[in-house]
């Protein structure tokens, strides 16, 4: 390779406009103002019920080592920018104050998903790299527990890395795809990096090595103790199961038998016939595992047909996130300094829905004590504390007559703080920790909200001070618009 550049940093993984704001809010003298940004989603993704978040432990690695290196100013300075600006560049780093809800929690649309407090310029310069890793992940975590909704306690493998969108993307996404709810990925990188079980069979091309399924098995059975034998490569029922049976009575207990695989074809046929064949020869413990372009719907068709599949591979649809490729989510500032004081900001549109709900807020889940189900989420202004408020109004933040009062509740804030003022405060969970937080939390949601197909819709409300604020500020836009004379 070679390059002008060492690729050293991730300072410049942003967008070139943050760093042309950034140089004229210096130039301004303003890049030190307090300034809070948000991140949020409006529409959730596969038409799902809820979405998984996913991408924090990469966003604190990120921002641990925020910094312009030597090759990153030699870079903007070739681009063109001026001697005095990079100087200002070379000092940045992050010290700003993030509050964000953690990886695994249940999320919905329109609610803060992290909240940004620091200098503008830091700020703005985050904003790319935060929504492309929250973006990603998010939404693989998200596709992977639609998957897991319609498997339920079979084994999930994820299997994507050669179809996935590059090799980070198969890194992160391996690692989203197991917060999600897959149980193991084929990456074994993803494996040494994030501590996630590793799983694995054969592919059709040792088959064709050895010319016959038989032979092939053999040799693969007298290097591992675990088999579990592929067989589609020339016919499933003549040929591959029939091998697979006598490879595994002809080695007893020198091996573990532990199934088959079926790629290709009509796998609920395949899988019921290979099923009573396997009963037959004696291997009713022997398990069946499907891949090839599975996703939940062609999941939950092949359980509706009564196919006999214990355990699922689940590559490209997964991995791309096939028939949704963006989650969508946005930053935006929420409030900036102004003579020494956080003054709120919005940002209005024709649709009511793109309107953002100015001010620095936080996100309760507001979960009924009686039954230990979630009433939907509230979110509140920073200063205020639902927990005082009994009984707590719930209404709908665009269609405001839709509503209930709630009594006998517990209100968990949803945020933690991650960083504050550039300090790391936050120990991040294993994998495993993550994962069983996932489950707790989906126990909280009742069933309707986790259905793949029509959910209902969960609340996500304003609390009234945050909804006056909201239309105050629109009011104050309105008459501030009225008043220009073009
Ligand atoms: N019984 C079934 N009901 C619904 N979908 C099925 C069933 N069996 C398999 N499928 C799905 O149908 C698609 C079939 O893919 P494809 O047309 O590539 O056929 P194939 O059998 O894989 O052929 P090839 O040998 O070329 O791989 C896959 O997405 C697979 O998961
Ligand atoms: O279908 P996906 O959900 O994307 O799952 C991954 C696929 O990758 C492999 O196929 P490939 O044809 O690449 O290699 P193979 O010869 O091992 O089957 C595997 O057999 C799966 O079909
Ligand atoms: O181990 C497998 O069977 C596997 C791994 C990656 C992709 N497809 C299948």
Known sequence: ???KYTDDSLALHTDLYEINMVQSYWEDGIHNKRAV??????KM?????????????KVIDYLRNFKFTESDLAYLREIGYPEDFLTYLKTVRFTGTLRSVVEGEIVFGNEPLIRVEAPLAEAQLIETALLNIVNYQTLIATKASRIKQVVGDEPVAEFGTRRAQEMDAAIWGARAAVIGGCDSTSNVRAGKLFGIPVSGTLAHSMVQVYHDEYTAFHKYASTH??????????????SGVPNAIRVAKELGDQIRFVGIRIDSGDLAYLSK???????????????IFASNDLDEHTIINLKAQGAQVDSWGVGTKLITAFDQPALGAVYKLVAIEEDGKLIDTIKISGNPEKVTTPGLKKVYRIINKQNGKSEGDYITLDWEN????????????????ISKYVTNFEAVDLHKNIFVDGKLVYELPTIKEIQNYVKKNLD???????????????????SQACWDNKMANIEKVRQKVAKLKY
Do not use: S
């Open 1 to 3: 390779m070679n390059r």
């Open 37 to 42: 940004f948000e991140v949020f989603f409006r």
């Open 45 to 57: 993704p596969f038409g799902h019920g809820y979405a998984v978040f996913a991408g924090l432990e």
């Open 225 to 238: 103790k675990n088999c579990i034998f592929l067989v589609d490569t020339y016919d499933t029922l003549k």
């Open 273 to 287: 016939k290979a099923r009573k064949m396997l009963d037959e020869a004696g291997f009713p413990e022997a398990k």
């Open 386 to 401: 639902p927990q005082e408020e009994e009984p707590l109004k719930m209404f709908h933040p665009v269609h405001t007559f």
């Open 444 to 462: 909280l949601l009742w069933d309707e909200y986790k259905r793949i197909l029509n959910p209902t819709l969960y609340p996500v409300d304003l």
